[in-house]
């Protein structure tokens, strides 16, 4: 199994620039995120191509100089997550996320959760998205429960509790799914 260091440095260095780049400061037209970089324009802008084919960023908006129409950029949800195993600022992306994706709210959750979860919660986050497209209440209970089976102390509980409950409906969600889990391991444990 790899380990973080070794995904950092699996990613093409370019690409990753731009995606931390994109994550610290909001949506960018590409000769934003060259200036901002101290790169080169052509290159640039074939890992924009790459990373939006990828699915990792998107147009958001347009930006408008001299009567010309520039397109602005910024990350898509599973771009977030890649963002974070790179080693984005989770607050100053959750900022951001909520502002790019209002109507996320198990989105947001899960990056105000990613200091607790670490790395594993945000390989499955990523999954999910590439899977499905965005994170629902089962893929909420996938990272919590990957990271229950790591010792977790009374207050890490307590922080995740306090989190969660900001999130009503994450946090009703994630409490129905608990109960039921609990009911089919204790089914489980009498059959043994």
Known sequence: MSTPEDRRNSFPPLQRRIILDLAKNGAQTINETVK???GHYKSSWIAFNTLEQKGLIKKTDVKHYRNREYPLFWLTQGGIFVALVEGANAEDLLQKTAKAYPNEKTLQCCLELSPLLGLEG????????????????SDMMKILFAHAQKDMSMQQIK???EILRKYPKEYEGTKKRINQANKLLTEMESMI
């Open 36 to 38: 901002g970089l101290n």
């Open 122 to 137: 945000f390989r499955i986050g990523f999954s999910a998205i590439q899977d499905k497209g965005k994170l629902d209440h």
């Open 159 to 161: 922080g995740l509790i």
